[in-house]
């Protein structure tokens, strides 16, 4: 597949009178991956909500599979879009089951198909199916994670949205889920936009990395023209820094 699911044309979001996104020019290629990487507050959540919708740009055009995203059309977007919200955003009074199936219902889908595509989304992202029943402050933070995909992928959407999936997860739990997430973006085909603060993780998934400050696109390509063509110093100290800490040498 190819051609362009959305593009972002000089769009700026200002809030309090401060600019927390743009001007920003962007277009999200279809059926790849893109993450959005950059320091805390540099507008990757914003830039998430104004693709699908959830707010309006102060100035500037957003289109998604052609198609202006306006309040006459965010609707059809947000069908045709899952997101995956920093945090988890599952409903505490709903179970699993409940949070997973809420738009289905919501379209009048019968039992029998909600069942089947239930059954697809826990097979795909390995959820154990007595959860399915639990509330989310009964599952594990790694099982909230599936949770929110899976709710995501329930109208199998022709894109992917995703704020930080795997943010604060123990790391043995983020390097299985990091695995079994983009062998999902593989196998589906679909337009991801992923967002991390981890340049490793972008690397892993992605296929383009655009790394963000201030509300500025400060670098985009592939994910090794950011470690090797780094084309400022912020790049460099934002590439040094996800070295980590020290390891010790030896013994
Ligand atoms: N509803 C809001 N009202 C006022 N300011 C906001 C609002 N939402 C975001 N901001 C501000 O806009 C800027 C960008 O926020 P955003 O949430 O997009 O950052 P982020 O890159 O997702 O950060 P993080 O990595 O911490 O999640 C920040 O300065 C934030 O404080
Ligand atoms: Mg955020």
């Known amino acids: ?89 599952l409903f505490p009074h709903m179970t699993a089951r409940g949070n997973v199936t809420l738009m289905a219902r919501h379209l009048g889908w019968d039992r029998a198909r909600i069942d089947s595509r239930v059954a697809e989304l826990t097979e795909l992202t390995r959820f154990p199916v007595d959860g399915l029943d639990r509330y989310p402050q009964h599952l594990s933070g790694g099982q909230r994670q599936r949770v929110g995909l899976m709710r995501a992928l329930m109208l199998n959407p022709d894109a992917l949205l995703l704020d930080e999936p795997l943010g604060a997860l123990d790391p043995l739990v983020r390097a299985d889920l990091q695995t079994e997430l983009r062998d999902i973006f593989q196998s589906l085909g679909k ?25 500025q696109i400060v670098q985009q390509g592939r994910p090794a023209e950011l470690w090797y063509r780094p084309v400022d110093p912020f790049v460099t100290r934002f590439v040094q820094a996800q070295r980590g800490p020290a390891i010790p040498a030896e013994v």
């Open 1 to 89: 597949m190819s051609g362009t699911m959305f593009v972002l044309d000089e769009v700026t979001k200002v809030y309090a009178g401060r600019p927390a996104l743009g001007p920003l020019t962007l277009t999200v290629p279809t059926g790849r991956t893109t993450a959005l990487i950059g320091p805390s507050g540099c507008g990757k959540s914003t830039l998430l909500r104004l693709l699908i919708g959830l707010i309006k740009p102060d100035a500037g055009t957003i289109t998604f599979d052609g198609t202006p995203v306006t309040p006459h059309t965010n609707h059809a977007v947000r069908l045709r879009t899952g997101y995956v919200i920093q945090d988890g955003g």
């Open 191 to 215: 337009t991801v936009v992923v967002v991390t603060h981890d340049l490793g993780e972008a690397t892993f998934f992605a296929d383009r990395v655009v790394l963000l400050r201030d509300g």
